[in-house]
């Protein structure tokens, strides 16, 4: 069975085609700037690979260059869009509606189109792909949808309600939902392989990318997370502002005028490692300033900006083994948690309380690697392992296994 899983953002369109008797990727590629003007860049999994700017206006027009990109002549990897038996596609926002992966229908659609107003860059933009998807393919091909939210859904009412008073949630729904669902479900599952047993185990997934969230996973399941109501709350990210007292929201917006907008894009584009550093969000800059030290114009910053990232995981990995009264294993996975060994290495210092022990060779081997790697010390009292993330994987395995029993 050949699976597509498709991820549509408001001006991209990721995807990935996976042949799933031995889940392998045969072919992926990014759709970028639609509707404003189109570029596709396709990879064959043979290390061949094409770009080429197309006008694209809407997504269905982003999705037909899919399909020519994965049926072409010259570099398809199929011979016809038949040969795919359904869709996944990753959707951010399922509310408190989506416990699951479920199969798209109409009643499904409009859901997630309901839910835009807790999501409003991101779900409007996966009805979008949606619908391309339909529009190309047709309505017989089962498409499946699988939440960011979705694995956050078992976390108890004292980890998701905000002590706000109470009608807001019965409202608005406003309540802590959490993302990058689908990385901790596999990332913690892998662990639980590792370990040998789901029941009883306490895990601490830190998935630490441009956006970060860290979750408390007790007999597999959730219990808390770091991300909130939006993708905003947390640790510190690349661009994000994470944890902050509310106060200081009215307070800048009284000061400097701000509307709601314009407060909303200071914390989610200007702060976070930009804001503090003052001239990167990417923690490859930073890290590289923090190397040439004080010479280097934006040590200072850099070094700030990177040190409240450490001391906020640092943090939440303390809660939560508070919280789950104990702590059998730590994993780090995306960008920023599978590729920086000084990061792993400052967060996991000092932390005898819990009897952590690092390997220093082992962590500073897991570096651009794509199996999992433990980096704990033999005699560590807990795990440390970094785990690559996998989120189209579980796509497509959900899909698979949903569009199986139709
Ligand atoms: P993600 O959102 O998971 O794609 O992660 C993006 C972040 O990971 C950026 O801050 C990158 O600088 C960082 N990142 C990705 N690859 C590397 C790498 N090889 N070394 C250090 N940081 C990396």
Do not use: W
Not at 69 to 80: C, D, W, Y
Not at 95 to 112: A, C, M, P, R, T
């Amino acid at each position: 069975m050949k699976v597509l899983v498709v991820n549509a953002g408001s001006s991209s369109l990721k995807y990935q085609l996976v042949d799933m008797t031995d889940e392998s990727v045969i072919a992926k590629g990014i759709c970028e700037r639609i509707g404003t003007a189109g570029n596709i860049s396709h990879k064959l999994a043979d290390g061949r690979k094409f770009e080429k700017d197309v006008p694209m206006p809407d997504h269905t027009v982003a999705f037909s260059c899919v399909v020519e990109a994965l049926t072409n002549k010259e570099f398809g990897v199929i011979e016809s869009m038949q040969e795919i038996s359904a869709v996944g596609h990753r959707i951010v926002q399922g509310g408190s509606l989506f416990s699951h992966s479920v199969l798209v229908d109409e009643d499904v659609i409009q859901k997630i189109e309901g839910l835009a107003e807790l999501a409003p860059l991101h779900n409007m933009a996966h009805v979008q792909g949606i619908r391309a998807c339909i529009a190309c393919m047709g309505k017989d091909v089962p498409q499946v949808v699988v939440f960011d939210t979705a694995f956050h859904q078992t976390m108890p009412q004292t980890s998701y309600m905000y002590a706000v008073p109470y009608e807001y949630y019965e409202k608005y729904g406003v309540r802590r939902y959490g993302f990058h669902g689908t990385s901790h479900r596999y990332v913690s599952g892998v662990m639980t392989d590792i370990l040998g047993k789901v029941e009883g185990t306490k895990i601490i997934t830190c998935h630490i990318g441009n956006g970060s969230s860290i979750t408390a996973v007790k007999d597999g399941k959730c219990m808390d997370t770091s991300m909130g109501f939006t993708p905003l709350a947390g640790v510190e990210m690349g661009t994000r502002c994470g944890d902050i007292d509310p106060s200081v929201v009215t307070f800048i917006m009284k000061k400097d005028g701000l509307s709601p907008d314009q407060m909303n894009e200071l914390m989610n584009k200007k702060s976070g490692f930009f804001g503090i550093s003052k001239f990167s969000s990417d923690s490859r800059d930073i890290e590289d300033a923090i190397s040439h030290g004080e010479k280097d114009a934006h040590y200072k910053q850099a070094k700030l900006a990177q040190d409240i990232l450490c001391q906020g995981i640092k943090k939440y990995i303390g809660s939560y083994a508070a919280e789950m009264n104990g702590v059998d294993a730590i994993v780090f996975t995306a960008g920023i948690g599978e590729n920086s060994p000084a990061l792993r290495a400052e967060v996991l210092s000092d932390l005898d309380v819990l009897g952590i022990k690092i390997d220093p060779k082992m962590n500073e081997k897991a570096f651009r690697q794509s199996e999992n790697i433990c980096i704990s010390a033999p005699d560590s009292k807990v795990l440390v392992y970094v785990i690559p993330t996998n989120e189209e994987l579980v796509i497509a395995r959900d899909t698979k296994e949903i569009v199986e029993k139709l």
